[in-house]
């Protein structure tokens, strides 16, 4: 939905179970995405948490999470998703004369609609819902309750278990065929998926050196170092605007993604892009480490049509510096918006390679990825 | 939302004495006219919570109570009245109604308490962290008369009592450490495992627990199934589950995995595994996870559970009855700051008179006072930031000040009564003075008497 649309915002806010107050100093280029009002977000939902009766418990905790910034990544955030899905539909049952199907499509479409309030849904966890949707679509009628929740759980559990854990083991034994002895590997923020293909790569024996990039203001990069470091891996760490400044040691560049279009850009952490670019003009190769749920059928040009906005007020703080305080008062400022831009999205020119669980594949590859096993007998 | 509620509503507590008696309960004590138990009742409706226990001490102020809350709240709310034997204390309580309770959480609530804190955040809170025990804490309220004339000396021999320190980790969202009452005049002990684990532990005096826990129903059972000695759930099962959260010995998932059985498992162990261990890199990791995994070698695998706190915003009000005290001070609040928390609208001079009330000629009634129904004041009086319950008949000439008068009072001409609590049916004959005092229920304080800080009661 676009939220520069008054009359579907209006239609929006009767129909949301969560109230949420617009922020101040919206930025006008990015109007039409959610711009909520940070600080009172989570007090308001917590007091509601006996009031919101159409909502299970479970997807009530996971958009608390959610809202709360507790989880953060694709992987986790839909695995917790589609956890809460399966509690509820194993505590759901069909009123009298109403038929299964239709009856746990809306319910879902109605927790789907809380946990997106909570917190933008990301394009791939859009993959996640269509699948478990159709699953429901295509349970036979014959089926009784019991024999159809036994049925959706177990799918559920198997989408979980191939296309997130099967699917990065499969990605971690390509790409640690890549590293070599001596390699200097740089990587940026926190992705899963890389964290796992550094530590293999150490196990196995080879010798390589990594450089940790981060960025404010997550800083999400500080715990993957604290565990590479836990486990002996010699590390180097920097902030962003470094980059180029390192750039000229690196050997190769490993990243994780937020999800892959069909025209092969990758949408990932912000500042992503950035090390693509920079590394592209470096000649150092960038291989994107992705699932293949992830990949999807949409084509982003830019960052600005489809994006998530995170709170500005981050951005005016800076965490151990209390003297640091000249942004104390920017909501009073007039002239002056915060924009705090959580993806950004990078052109298919600069990544190298694509590591999934079909294999090694460029970026021009992605549609028939998408087209051939997008088919749903393909899906489990 | 899986959660049920047990309301420890209490007997008739020493602490409280004269102003409760066999016929009038620690529950029923009234506040701004209203029994107290009725504050919690209604602002566990508010929060859509309809279905409560409500444990009581003793079977007779048991059939007290229920029939109450049956005459009350029959239609609106669906309330069990448990009967305990008296003395049990807080966990034999709850030990009594074990067995009704299912839910997964169990929220128990004080039923002294006079608070508008939105109780779902406190359950929330609960949930989002899955802790064991999530404690409300607010700020400790502020006591004393604020014209305190005299008996400051009184007053600041009681204070210390009160106080809890807390220990809080530094996102404010853990509980590392609780001191309550004797203990605090004490040494004060920490564990050093949760010391190190954490880093920094910051120990606050200026919060106190407002008896409202929620905890998850499996843990609770099991700890005072295993330690029967337990008396309390305040003095020995809060700070024995937050001294033991990093070396845990309870079962955190209750029954275990009824699914061994299953001859094809559709996620196998270790990629269960590696599930788990993605979501638990995904977040921010807890000072329990980061000892859990630093295990040094030791073989025995370190479980830890979590204890959450939930701090009140200072906007909110929230006090427990548990003194005579805190009973004046909770009707000066009621009626005064909280007085959203009363129920009732105010009149233009900022006081609650009751229509079927009648004032005499001269007559003032201050701000922040309240007039029981069917109650007569004589002429000249004057009454300031006092409640006077119903059906009350008080003479000319009568001073009260900061004080609560309760129902079926008779106070004759000429009388001065400052600071003090007077019950129900007592009569006060002409001239008579009183001041901090407390008078027991069916009293007669003879004529030109004059009290300070006595407690009159029957024989």
């Known amino acids: 939905m676009q939220f520069d649309d008054q009359n579907r915002v209006g239609k929006a806010k009767r129909r949301a179970l969560v109230n949420q107050t617009e922020a101040k100093n919206r930025v006008e280029l990015f109007r039409h995405l959610p711009q909520y009002d940070h600080g009172s977000q989570l007090p308001n939902l917590e007091s509601k948490l006996f009031q919101l009766d159409s909502v299970h418990p479970a997807v009530f905790k996971v958009g608390l999470r959610y809202m709360a910034g507790d989880i953060s990544g694709v992987n986790a955030r839909c695995t917790e998703m589609l956890r809460a899905l399966q509690e509820a539909i194993i505590d759901y049952s069909t009123p009298p004369e109403k038929v299964l199907i239709r009856e746990l499509t809306a319910k879902i479409s109605s927790y789907i609609s809380f946990i997106n309030e909570c ?120 902030h962003i605007n470094a980059v180029s400044y390192i750039m000229h040691e690196v050997t190769k560049v490993f990243l994780g993604a937020s999800a892959v279009l069909s025209n092969g850009t990758v949408l990932s952490r912000v500042g992503t892009a950035c090390i693509a670019m920079v590394a592209h003009a470096f000649s150092v190769p960038v291989l994107i480490c992705c699932e293949a749920f992830k990949f999807h059928e949409r084509v982003l040009l830019d960052s600005i049509c489809c994006n998530e906005i995170g709170d500005p007020g981050a951005l005016a703080t800076v965490p151990g510096r209390m003297d640091i305080n000249y942004l104390e008062n920017w909501t009073n400022e007039e002239n002056l918006q915060l924009l705090n831009l959580m993806y950004d999205v990078t052109p298919s020119d600069y990544v190298s390679v694509i590591v999934t669980d079909h294999g090694m594949i460029p970026p021009t590859s992605v549609p028939v990825i998408v087209r051939e096993y997008g088919q749903e007998h393909y899906l489990i | ?238 700070p024995y589950l937050v001294r033991s959260q990093l070396k845990s010995e309870v079962l955190l998932n209750g029954t275990p995995q009824a699914e061994e059985n299953g001859t094809e498992k559709v996620i196998s162990q270790s990629n269960q595994q590696m599930l788990s261990q993605i979501l638990a890199n995904a977040s921010e990791p807890t000072f329990h996870l980061r000892h859990e995994l630093s295990t040094n070698g030791s073989d025995s695998v370190r479980r830890t559970h979590k204890c959450c706190v939930y701090i009140a915003g200072s906007n909110k009000y929230c006090a427990r009855l548990n003194s005579l005290q805190a009973y004046n001070d909770i009707n000066r609040d009621v009626i005064g700051e909280a007085s959203h928390l009363s129920g009732y609208s105010f009149s233009s001079h900022n006081n609650i008179i009751d229509p079927t009330a009648e004032l005499g000629a001269k007559t003032t009634v201050g701000p922040h006072c309240m007039l029981g129904e069917g109650s007569q004041m004589g002429d000249k009086c004057s009454v300031k930031r006092s409640v006077i319950g119903r059906h009350c008949r008080i003479g000319a000439n009568v001073k009260v000040v900061n004080s609560v008068v309760m129902n079926h009072v008779t106070i004759g001409d000429g009388c001065s009564i400052q600071g003090s609590v007077i019950c129900s049916n007592v009569q006060l004959q002409e001239r008579a003075t009183l001041k901090d005092c407390q008078v027991g229920a069916g009293y007669m304080v003879t004529a030109g008497s004059d009290c300070k800080g006595e407690v009159l009661t029957k024989k």
């Open chain 1, 119 to 238: 917190r933008p849904l990301s394009i791939s966890m859009g993959n996640a819902i269509r699948f478990v949707k159709r699953r429901i679509a295509k349970l036979p009628l014959s089926h009784t309750d019991v024999e159809a929740k036994t049925a959706l759980c177990s799918d559920i559990d198997r989408f979980i278990n191939e296309k997130i854990i099967i699917a990065d083991k499969v990605i971690v034994g390509h790409a640690s065929t890549k590293v070599r002895d001596g390699d200097v590997l740089l990587t940026y923020g926190l992705s899963c998926v890389v964290e796992m293909i550094l530590l293999s790569a150490h196990d196995v024996g080879k010798k390589f050196r990594v450089v940790v990039v981060d960025s404010r203001p997550k800083l999400e990069s500080q715990a993957l170092l604290n565990r590479l470091i836990a486990k002996g891996l010699s590390c180097t760490y920097t």
């Open chain 2, 1 to 238: 939302m899986d959660f049920q509620v047990v309301v420890l509503a209490g007997g008739v507590s020493k602490k409280l004495l004269p102003l409760v008696s066999h016929e009038l309960p620690n529950a029923l004590l009234p506040v701004a006219n209203r029994p107290v138990l009725s504050y919690v009742v209604e602002l566990l409706e508010l929060s859509n919570l309809k279905d409560l226990i409500v444990v009581v001490e003793g079977k007779d102020t048991a059939l007290n109570v229920g029939a109450w809350i049956s005459g009350a709240y029959a239609d609106r709310l669906h309330v069990e009245v448990a009967a305990v034997p008296e003395d049990v204390g807080t966990a034999g309580a709850i030990r009594a109604i074990a067995r009704h309770l299912y839910a997964k959480d169990i929220l128990i609530v004080s039923g002294d308490l006079v608070s508008d804190v939105p109780i779902g955040a406190v359950a929330a809170t609960h949930r989002r962290h899955d802790a064991v025990v999530t404690a409300l804490l607010c700020n400790t309220p502020v006591s004393g008369p604020l014209e305190s004339v005299s008996s400051g000396g009184k007053d600041k021999a009681k204070k210390p009592g009160r106080y809890d320190l807390i220990g809080l980790d530094p996102t404010k969202q853990f509980l590392l450490h609780i001191a309550t009452g004797a203990e605090v005049e004490k040494d004060l002990r920490i564990q050093k495992s949760i010391l190190r684990s954490v880093g920094q532990v910051e120990i606050r005096a200026d919060l106190m627990d407002a008896h409202l826990y929620a905890f998850k129903r499996s843990v609770l059972l099991e700890v005072l199934d295993q330690n029967g000695e337990f008396h309390s759930l305040k003095h020995d099962v809060l």
